[in-house]
């Protein structure tokens, strides 16, 4: 009985405080943040993109930048040392070495260039095969004109007499 007499009353008190405090306090609360900060910053936390932001993403920008510039150096110099390693490779061959490696780079190029033209032409001009048409179904089933006794008996087909 008690237990629910507290709770009764707690209920009351909660009911006359939901209609004694208005709910508009909450909005007066939230202007009175806003103009503390316009009064404090100069500006609030809803107006127009400030400096700070722009800078930011120009920052961030301005870094992918340098890096993109970083990797394309890195990038020319692996290829400047590639080059080298190659015509130091090519320096310490002999003679004979060094004509057939150019033999066969010259040939290795001769095909690049024919493939390179093939493909050029395919695209151009492709080459249309006429599609193989099906033939019609035979009307009648040829007969054999061979005597069938005188054609000669496989093994499996022969019968044995006892």
Known sequence: MDFKLVFLRIIVVAGVLLYAVPPDTCHAQRNATR???????????????????????????????????????????????????????YE???EATRARMDNNSRLTEERYKAKKLKTKKEQQKPELQKPVQPKPPKDKKRVKTKDPKKQPRMKQYKVKKY
Do not use: P
Request: glycine content about 6%; overall charge positive; hydrophobic content about 25%.
């Open 92 to 94: 310490i061959q002999s």
């Open 35 to 89: 103009k503390f900060e316009k009064e404090t910053f100069g500006k609030t936390r809803k107006g127009a993109v400030s400096a700070d932001r722009t800078k930011a993403r120009g920052g961030a920008a301005r870094a992918m930048k340098e890096q993109e510039k970083k990797e394309a150096r890195r990038d020319r110099e692996d290829e400047k040392a590639l080059r080298e390693l190659r015509r130091q490779h």
